[in-house]
């Protein structure tokens, strides 16, 4: 089993920026991918970023490339996404995720265990 714990969520003004961090523990040696996910109220679950854990390849959806930053501390099994020039249309409650393949990364069916969620409010 692996636990997620996601920290640094908060409520900030448009323009603002936050960092999420995402804390790994158990069987951190199984993971392949991190993502980060969000899910806005009436709205499904999206995936915003991923990163490779071993190579530190990236994708960003289009809506927060050039925007949100994926990383990761392999020392400290630890995943942070670093989102700038935050909209009102962030706010959701974001979740990271530990996939153990390659496989449909992009998608929920890809990952295996989730974090509890952080909730982002962006005010106009």
């Known amino acids: 089993q692996m636990q997620l714990v996601e920290s640094g969520g908060g409520l900030v003004q448009a323009g603002g920026s936050l960092r999420l961090s995402c804390a790994a523990s158990?069987?951190?040696?199984?993971?392949?991918?991190m993502g980060w996910f969000r899910q806005a109220p009436g709205k499904g679950r999206e995936c915003v970023a991923a990163?490779?854990?071993?190579?530190?390849?990236?994708y960003y959806a289009d809506s927060v490339k050039g925007r949100f930053t994926i990383s990761r501390d392999n020392a400290k099994n630890t995943v942070y996404l670093q989102m700038n020039s935050l909209k009102p249309e962030d706010t959701a409650v974001y979740y990271c995720?530990?996939?153990?393949?390659?496989?449909?990364?992009?998608?929920?069916?890809?990952?295996?265990?989730w974090g509890q969620g952080t909730q982002v409010t962006v005010s106009s």
């Open positions: 990163i490779t854990w071993s190579t530190g390849s990236t």
């Open positions: 995720a530990a996939a153990r393949t390659l496989f449909n990364v992009r998608q929920l069916e890809g990952y295996d265990y």
């Open positions: 158990g069987r951190t040696f199984t993971i392949y991918v």
